[in-house]
């Protein structure tokens, strides 16, 4: 979706170095997403925050972190306690409305140098 | 909370044959259905969606059918193209987001 921007499309981590992915939107979407993809595998969400100020932990938030303090950014850290990060990342937004459906960003690509 | 199942893992067709990929859920507080098709390295993108008082939902090639009382739902590929082989996820929401684990989709030639 051209409204949410991921950057970088790539990035590599040194071994004891925290990492921040960004996730910015132009939609006005309340909520927002973070979900981790190893390769051949389904989405796991992270972290999400439905309003500004506010965010929840989801299925695999250890060795994470995120702040929303703008409603356009929800910027995600991966840091060095997370063991495994090499991963693609994948932020998404939704209206925050229900049943509406999430619209996902290009991805970052972690890996470990 | 919701668990969402999603079969097969790998599916391939001929080209011009059809693809059926079904899922099925647990919480019957999920009203919100929603397929997404991941091309390799690319973002999820949604292909169809289909909420709890429609039994199903068409889009030229492309069809989702819902059994609430079942608790599954099916995405229906018809006709076939190379440009179809993706991955496919389904999802199912109430007051949030489950998503299957995601159909490795071939069509051949």
Known sequence: DGGITQSPKYLFRKEGQNVTL????????DAMYWYRQDPGQGLRL????QIVNDFQKGDIAEGYSVSREKKESFPLTVTSAQKNPTAFYLCATATGAVNQPQHFGDGTRLSIL | GENVEQHPSTLSVQEGDSAVIKCTYSDSASN???WYKQELGKRPQLIIDIRSNVGEKKDQRIAVTLNKTAKHFSLHI????PEDSAVYFCAASGNQFYFGTGTSLTVIP
């Open chain 2, 78 to 81: 018809t006709e076939t193209q």
């Open chain 1, 22 to 29: 960004s996730c910015e939107q132009n939609l006005n979407h």
């Open chain 1, 46 to 49: 992270i972290y999400y925050s």
């Open chain 2, 32 to 34: 919100y259905f929603p």
